[in-house]
C-alpha cells in the first residue's frame, strides 16, 4: 500500500479515536453523577428500607437516564459524520446511521463513503463499551437496591 491510500485510513482514526474517548468519558462521568444521586436518595431514608415502589422508580428512572445517554453519544457520532459529509446532508440519516451502527442492529441501507467505511465498526466497538458500561451499573444498582429492599 502507498502512504496515499493510508492517508484517509490515518484521518479515519484520528476521527473516530477522540469520539470514542470523549463518548467513555462523557458516559463514566455521567453514570458517576447518576450513582452518586441516587446515594444521596438512598441515604435520605436512612434506617428505612427502600420501598418496592421505590425500587422500580429508581431501576427504571437509571434506565431511562442511561438511554439517555446513549441517545447523546449516538448523536454524537451523527454529529460527526454529518459534518465530515459521510452520509449526505440529511442529519436524520446520520443519527439513524449512527444508532444503527451503535446498537449494531444494522438494517438500515445507509453505508459510510469507502474510504470512511471503518468508523462504522469503530462506532459499534464503542457502543460496545458503552452498552458494558451501563449493563455493569444498573447490575450493582440493580443488587444494590434489592438488598436495600430486602434487608
Request: net charge positive; with cysteine.
Amino acid at each position: 500500500m502507498t502512504s496515499v491510500a493510508l492517508a484517509p485510513w490515518k484521518i479515519v482514526w484520528l476521527c473516530s479515536i477522540p469520539l470514542i474517548v470523549v463518548t467513555i468519558v462523557f458516559h463514566s462521568y455521567a453514570l458517576g453523577l447518576l450513582s452518586r444521586g441516587l446515594l444521596i436518595l438512598l441515604k435520605n431514608d436512612r434506617g428505612k428500607r427502600p420501598t418496592h415502589a421505590l425500587s422500580v422508580f429508581i431501576v427504571g428512572g437509571s434506565s431511562l437516564c442511561t438511554i439517555f445517554l446513549h441517545g447523546v453519544e449516538a448523536w454524537m457520532w451523527s454529529v460527526a459524520y454529518h459534518l465530515l459529509g459521510l452520509l449526505g446532508t440529511d442529519r436524520k440519516d446520520a443519527m439513524l446511521y449512527s444508532i444503527s451502527v451503535m446498537t449494531t442492529v444494522g438494517g438500515t441501507a445507509l453505508h459510510l463513503k469507502p474510504s470512511w467505511a471503518i468508523m462504522g465498526p469503530l462506532e459499534a466497538l464503542d457502543g460496545w463499551i458503552l452498552f458494558g458500561l451501563t449493563a455493569a451499573f444498573l447490575f450493582a444498582l440493580i443488587q444494590k437496591v434489592w438488598s436495600l429492599e430486602h434487608a
